[in-house]
């Protein structure tokens, strides 16, 4: 076989093989298909798509590609979740504890935050002495003990998207259904789950910017998952402002024990419920989804939830006191509020935008290498369609400094206001079943 006949071959729109996809892939993780050659082959997916079962060999090949875990030895069905990326998007913190207490097992392996973006680790570490180094044995006895475990990326993962990922970010290959949807997949079935829920994000600052476009990725996505055996559910869920309030690790850390007690955010606590429920179907632990939310509002309502929190704190060295007390949380010095220097309708709360705010007072890694403060952040307090009077406080800043001149002007420039009533935004689109 020769890449260039491959490359040939999709650029003039034909379908190629399982034995061609595998050879595509094995042959450039291993160094012997240049990239010049992938760049061509990648542009002409780009341009001429694939079909369901070409995306489907192409997932399985990268997750095939290194070190896949092996889950086998947890009871039950194993359900990971995904989300695209957002900005407060504390939904795994609370999910976690959430599903398990319904008897779905959770073996997670989460990731560090990048720019704007969280990360579940990073929050997780807000909690006095919570490590992710566990062997995998201690992991596997964790999950079927007690439902819940996190780890964090370890091992040599999917190394065929790693390259091809590094490869699309310059070869203007990036924004490709079935390159994204794989790419995701990938590492979803490497990492062991049996059952995925998809949370796809749309608005400014998702990938995806409309919901049409979020729409064909969830397809894409659930799509690939039915064609490899693992039941895959979706929803649509916007990301054009931040979700909850709080932004930055204990802040965020807080929100979720709120939650978790049935006192956290309207928005959070709904996608908790509509994507919880979906992991409780794929799960196998309920027939429907209303069945399902009726189980996770019990758990909640009876401490359950927040009883399984407190013993995955445990279990990972953490003190599961901070569950009770929220004081016991890493703590800023400075506590600033951001007075309103307009009166109004919010019409815009751009997320991308108090990301970065948060980001700048260290809640956020500007690069891989940034050191993060575990203690600073902001926590908004109005969302779209509320309205503020001048001199009320739209944000309060959470800081280790007192120069706040650029997250300040940041949080400004995030908001606009209008006269007239503005209606809230919806907060799921689209559920995507099968
Ligand atoms: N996230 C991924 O993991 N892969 C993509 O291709 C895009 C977003
Ligand atoms: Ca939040």
């Not at 086998?72 to 900005?87: E, M, N, P």
């Not at 995925?196 to 998952?225: C, N, Q, R, S, W």
């Not at 930055?248 to 996608?271: F, R, Y």
């Amino acid at each position: 076989m020769r890449m260039v006949d491959l490359i040939e071959k999709k650029r003039d729109g034909h379908e190629l093989t399982t034995e061609e996809i595998n050879f595509a892939i094995t042959n450039y993780t291993n160094g012997d298909i240049a990239d010049y050659q992938m760049s061509a082959f990648l542009m002409a997916i780009y341009f001429q798509n694939m079909t369901e079962r070409e995306r489907a060999d192409l997932t399985l090949a990268m997750a095939e590609s290194g070190d896949q875990i092996d889950l086998s030895a947890i009871d039950g069905i194993k359900v990971d979740k995904h989300s695209t990326g957002g900005v407060g998007d504390t939904t795994t913190l609370v999910l976690g504890p959430l599903v398990a207490a319904c008897g779905v097992p959770v073996a997670k392996m989460s990731g560090r935050g990048l720019g704007h973006t969280g990360g579940t680790i990073d929050k997780l570490e807000a909690i006095d002495g919570f490590h992710v180094e566990l062997s995998t044995e201690k992991f596997i006895k964790q999950v079927n003990d007690h439902k819940l475990a996190v780890i964090g990326q370890s091992g040599n993962l999917t190394p065929a998207d790693k390259k091809l990922y590094a490869l699309r970010d310059v070869t203007g290959t990036v924004n490709s259904i079935p390159l994204i949807a794989s790419s995701i997949m990938s590492k979803k079935i490497a990492a062991g789950a049996d059952a995925i829920v998809l949370d796809v994000k749309t608005g400014e600052g998702a990938f995806m910017k409309t919901p049409e476009d979020a729409k064909e990725l969830a397809h894409a996505m659930v799509g690939i998952g039915n064609a490899t055996g693992r039941k895959t559910m979706a929803i649509i869920s916007d990301m054009s402002q931040p979700l909850g309030f709080a932004i930055g690790n204990a802040l965020e850390v807080k929100e979720a024990i709120e939650t978790l007690q049935g006192k956290g955010p309207e928005d959070l606590t709904e996608l908790c419920m509509v994507l919880g429920s979906q992991m409780v179907v794929v799960g196998g632990k309920a027939e429907t989804l209303e069945e399902a939310r009726t189980m996770l509002e019990k758990v909640i309502e009876n401490g359950q939830a927040l009883e399984v929190f407190k013993q995955f704190i445990a279990d990972q060295g953490g003190n599961p006191d901070v569950v009770d007390d929220v004081t016991l949380l890493p703590q800023a010095k400075f506590v600033t509020e951001v007075l309103s220097k307009e009166e109004g309708y919010v019409s815009f709360l751009e997320a991308d935008e108090i990301g970065t705010a948060a980001m700048v007072l260290g809640a956020g890694r500007a690069t891989k290498e940034s050191i993060i403060d575990l203690a600073v952040g902001i926590v908004l307090h109005k969302k779209v369609g509320d309205f503020v009077k001048a001199d009320e406080s739209i944000a309060t800043i959470y800081s280790n400094t007192e120069d706040l001149a650029e997250c300040s002007k940041m949080i400004y420039n995030s908001i606009e206001y209008t006269s007239k009533p503005v209606e809230k935004i919806k907060l799921i689109s689209a559920l995507i079943i099968d």
